[in-house]
């Protein structure tokens, strides 16, 4: 794993799995070393062929007043790869996240064969969905796109491409580390499955009505909990609904899943993710942290106030969470165990972690801004204050708690000292001002600007601090695409879970409606609960009182 997220004993990644199979030292065999060869590099050429494009549009559009009209097609299709082969990628690599809050209280024979289960799941949930992408490209394959004229259900090869590696890969692991146990749990799927075919008839009027529904949101959860990864998860309860519902064809399925990773503006998800990871491994975040460390290293609190300072700065710069807490937490982590104890300095990052949501730029807030269809330079300024009092409210702890445990302060640096850390890390200081400039005037968009982070960041790793060499880069790049696979799979399968999730939202909505409606008398008032939803999630809920008197109690 490159870039662990913050110490959370919910959502982690599977190679971080407790007595999970040690993955790197299982050797696949030739045949699949050069089918991962050939997907790594696919995903290289992918993402450093879509910057080019990006930064060659900004380019052209700055000095000749033109723009590359094909560009939207080809980073539709960019981020179709990096989704679905990154996905299959990440799933490989076992960076998919997933919940253990449950296995880690188990017998290590229940972790086992729940490990077991989560990759029969993937195997199972990737065969369907692909068997549907052929039936979604062929029945698209007349419809072409509007510049270059090629059929649209291109678009989705790599879909059919990226479960075909997770079945492939799923088998293997399912070989490699399960042995006979996979067979067992195999078994069991298949005898489950066949037992609901064979009855279906008998349960599907059943399902008619809410219950299919509820059956979906308890299998969700279930499967959740018994460590499944997220995004198969969310594919498992689609499908399983389709099927309940009688649904004639699964085509939606994949329609869904491609249409959810279609937007420009996504583009901005890599492109922040390689900055981030370029900063962590090119020496530019050791010189934030020690320029920090000069500035309020001397407060009680000493490297936990520097930690929070330090992740307030770096949020800005590559608006993931796993690339903050990995540039700060590799810098600290060892000054930090020896000073204020390993626990209380994974608690300080974790916390501190939760700012990187409303620092511009913020993945969350790209992908809100996706979907939402809101402005970015708004999204990105109305997130400072919110940070900032985070910020503050834990910096305030630290001190509290640092002065009841009479923690002794640090000497103040000397001026030259500081002066000498604030140079080195100017250059790095200056990548934040730029991002925000660029999108707040309106200079260049957040995907734009999210490359200029990616070209500024290597110009320091490269040739100023001289700490990054090529083959760092290129792992820089896989790793990239791997974490933005991880991303981009969920909420491509998001996508497809969504009207699922908006169908159960409105009907429990409309059944709390009229609940509150007939609970009032006649003459008292009307209640509304306006519901605006996007993708299946609510965008903003209230209740509104149209008149008066106030309602009788309820009973």
Same mark, same amino acid.
């Given at each position: 794993m490159v870039a662990q997220g913050p110490p959370d004993a919910s959502i982690t990644l599977e190679d971080a799995a407790v007595d999970a199979p040690d993955r790197a030292k299982v050797r696949p065999g030739l045949t699949l070393r050069v089918i991962d060869t050939c997907a790594d590099g696919v995903l290289v050429v992918a993402l450093l062929g879509e910057l080019a494009i990006v930064l060659a549009n900004v380019l052209a559009r700055v000095f000749f007043t033109t723009s590359f009209l094909w560009a939207d097609e080809v980073a539709r299709f960019v981020l179709s790869i990096i989704a679905f082969l990154g996905g299959a990628v990440a799933y490989r690599r076992g960076d998919h996240a997933f919940v253990r809050v449950l296995l880690n209280r188990c017998p290590l024979p229940v972790r086992q064969t729940c490990f077991a289960l989560a990759d029969v799941l993937a195997l199972f949930v990737?065969?369907?969905?692909?068997?549907?992408?052929? +039936?979604?490209? +062929?029945?698209?394959?007349? +419809? /072409?796109?509007?510049?270059?004229q090629i059929p649209a259900a291109t678009i989705a090869i790599p879909l059919t491409i990226g479960l075909a590696l997770v079945v492939?890969?799923?088998?293997?692991? *399912?070989?490699? +580390?399960?042995?006979?146990?996979?067979?067992?749990?195999?078994?069991?799927?298949?005898?489950a499955m066949a037992g609901a075919v064979a009855t279906r008839q008998t349960w599907l009027p059943w399902c008619a009505g809410d219950h299919a529904i509820i059956a979906t949101i308890v299998f969700f959860f279930v499967a959740i909990l018994a460590g499944v990864p997220v995004g198969f998860v969310l594919l498992l309860a689609t499908a399983g609904y389709l099927w309940m519902t009688d649904a004639p064809s699964f085509v939606s399925l994949p329609q869904?899943?491609?249409?959810?990773? #279609?937007?420009?503006? %996504? %583009?901005?998800?890599?492109?922040?993710?390689f900055a981030g990871l370029i900063m962590e491994?090119?020496?530019?975040?050791?010189?934030?942290?020690?320029?920090?460390?000069?500035?309020?290293?001397? %407060?009680?609190? #000493? *490297? %936990?106030q520097v930690s929070v300072v330090s992740m307030y700065i770096v949020s800005g710069l590559s608006g993931s969470k796993p690339a903050d807490v990995a540039a700060v937490g590799t810098v600290m982590r060892d000054e930090l165990r020896e000073r204020h104890g390993a626990g209380e300095g994974a608690a300080v990052l974790a916390a501190s972690a939760i700012m990187g949501e409303t620092v511009p730029p913020?993945?969350?807030?790209?992908?809100?801004?996706?979907?939402?269809?809101?402005?970015?330079?708004?999204?990105?300024?109305? #997130?400072?204050?919110?940070?900032?009092v985070m910020a503050a409210c834990l910096m305030a702890l630290i001190y509290v708690r640092a002065r009841r445990a009479r923690t002794p302060r640090t000497a103040r640096v000397p001026v030259r000292t500081m002066l000498g850390a604030g140079l080195t890390a100017a250059p790095a200081l200056f990548m934040p001002v730029m991002l925000l400039v660029g999108i707040l005037v309106g200079i260049a968009t957040p995907t734009e600007v999210a490359s200029f982070a990616v070209v500024y960041g290597l110009v320091l790793a490269v040739g100023f601090y001289r700490a990054m060499g090529w083959q760092a880069f290129l792992r820089t790049v896989l790793d990239t695409t791997a974490l933005t696979g991880v991303l981009l799979f969920i909420f491509a399968a998001s996508a497809g879970f969504s009207p699922t999730? /908006? $169908?159960?939202?409105? /009907?429990? $909505?409309?059944?709390?409606?009229?609940?509150?409606?007939?609970?009032?008398?006649?003459? $008292?008032?009307?209640w509304s609960w306006p519901v605006c939803s996007s993708r299946g999630f609510p965008r903003s809920t209230f209740w509104h009182p149209s008149c008066s008197p106030s309602p009788r109690r309820l009973v």
């Open positions: 990737a065969v369907v969905t692909g068997v549907a992408s052929f +039936e979604f490209i +062929e029945s698209s394959w007349n +419809e /072409r796109t509007p510049i270059f492939l890969y799923a088998v293997n692991r *399912l070989r490699r +580390e399960h042995g006979m146990r996979a067979w067992l749990v195999a078994g069991v799927v298949a005898l869904s899943m491609v249409n959810g990773t #279609g937007n420009y503006i %996504l %583009l901005a998800v890599p492109f922040f993710i491994r090119g020496g530019i975040s050791v010189r934030l942290v020690r320029f920090v460390q000069t500035v309020v290293g001397h %407060l009680r609190g #000493g *490297l %936990l913020s993945i969350a807030m790209l992908i809100v801004g996706s979907i939402t269809q809101l402005s970015m330079a708004g999204l990105f300024i109305g #997130g400072f204050i919110p940070a900032a999730s /908006r $169908s159960a939202w409105w /009907r429990c $909505s409309t059944a709390c409606s009229t609940a509150q409606a007939f609970s009032c008398s006649r003459q $008292s008032c009307f």
